[in-house]
């Protein structure tokens, strides 16, 4: 009577050591190096008695197994420097974390693989219409391009255009026209004087004017309430008069 004996086929060893891993649930950084040496020996025996081919990588990880566990088992002298003593697995799990890399992402190709198999392409015939620009273009002249140019810029909303006024006033030309006020009056509010003039331009420049008359002892400002009235009282001298008369 015989029987069929069916192994689990793996790619490598590291393949190997990772179906080791996953089944006994072992920490990756932690791997107990005598338990995971046994049994990766015990899977070589028996793949050796069912009379199979052995890689030479199979049988190198092996030995390198092997040496870690000797590795291991050596006793370590006490070393008082603060240098940490390299551990022997330290190769083996960084081996061990780049082959699990490749082997995701090619689950992931896998999956991506069986997806597509479910769509089937469809051969659709090609729009191969030639068309002739200047077949197209054969009834139309320049003329008519220029036309149709002339059209759109008409159609095109116009611009408005605004006439700008501008005021051509200095702190000079209201200064003596202050002055010609104060000719007949030694007093006046400063209400009055902003009541004459046609915009604010010439308010801001007539208060700037007023401030250098005050600057200059030409006028004296004063104010009987907060926020009331401006008063511009007029200072009697001969030399003002006589600019004033000019």
Same mark, same amino acid.
């Given at each position: 009577?015989?029987?069929?004996?069916?192994?689990?086929?793996? %790619?490598?060893?590291?393949? &190997? $050591?990772?179906?080791?891993?996953?089944? !006994?649930?072992?920490? /990756?950084?932690?791997?107990?190096?005598?338990?995971?040496?046994?049994?990766?020996?015990?899977?070589?025996?028996?793949?050796?008695?069912?009379?199979?081919?052995?890689?030479?990588?199979?049988?190198l990880m092996a030995s390198l197994l092997m040496r870690i566990k000797v590795q291991m088992l050596l006793p370590r002298e006490n070393v008082e420097s603060e240098e940490e003593i390299?551990?022997?697995?330290? %190769?083996?799990?960084?081996? &061990? $974390?780049?082959?699990?890399?490749?082997? !995701?992402?090619?689950? /992931?190709?896998?999956?991506?693989?069986?997806?597509?198999?479910?769509?089937?392409?469809?051969?659709?015939p090609s729009d191969n219409t030639y068309w002739d620009p200047g077949l197209f273009l054969s009834d139309i002249h320049l003329v008519d391009l220029g036309i149709a140019f002339k059209?759109?810029?008409?159609?095109?909303?116009?611009?408005?255009?605004?006439?700008?006024?501008?005021?051509?006033?200095?702190?000079?030309?209201?200064?003596? $026209?202050?002055?010609?006020?104060?000719?007949?009056?030694?007093?006046?509010?400063?209400?009055?004087?902003?009541?004459?003039?046609?915009?604010?331009?010439?308010?801001?420049?007539?208060?700037?004017?007023?401030?250098?008359?005050?600057?200059?002892?030409?006028?004296?400002?004063?104010?009987?309430?907060?926020?009331?009235?401006?008063?511009?009282?007029?200072?009697?001298?001969?030399?003002?008069?006589?600019?004033?008369?000019?």
């Amino acid at each position: 009577m015989s029987y069929n004996v069916k192994l689990d086929v793996f %790619e490598g060893p590291l393949d &190997l $050591l990772l179906f080791f891993i996953k089944r !006994d649930e072992i920490n /990756i950084y932690d791997i107990p190096i005598s338990y995971i040496t046994r049994e990766y020996l015990e899977y070589l025996e028996v793949v050796h008695q069912m009379n199979l081919h052995l890689a030479g990588e199979f049988i190198l990880m092996a030995s390198l197994l092997m040496r870690i566990k000797v590795q291991m088992l050596l006793p370590r002298e006490n070393v008082e420097s603060e240098e940490e003593i390299e551990d022997p697995r330290t %190769e083996l799990v960084q081996m &061990l $974390l780049e082959y699990q890399k490749y082997k !995701d992402a090619s689950a /992931i190709f896998r999956e991506i693989e069986v997806k597509q198999l479910k769509y089937y392409t469809v051969n659709t015939p090609s729009d191969n219409t030639y068309w002739d620009p200047g077949l197209f273009l054969s009834d139309i002249h320049l003329v008519d391009l220029g036309i149709a140019f002339k059209n759109l810029l008409e159609s095109m909303p116009k611009p408005k255009y605004y006439e700008i006024e501008t005021y051509k006033i200095n702190i000079n030309q209201q200064a003596q $026209l202050l002055r010609t006020m104060f000719l007949k009056r030694k007093r006046l509010l400063f209400s009055k004087i902003a009541g004459t003039l046609t915009n604010r331009l010439e308010v801001v420049v007539t208060f700037l004017a007023i401030l250098e008359m005050v600057k200059t002892a030409e006028l004296r400002i004063s104010q009987k309430t907060i926020y009331g009235d401006i008063y511009l009282t007029r200072i009697q001298t001969k030399d003002v008069d006589v600019i004033a008369n000019a």
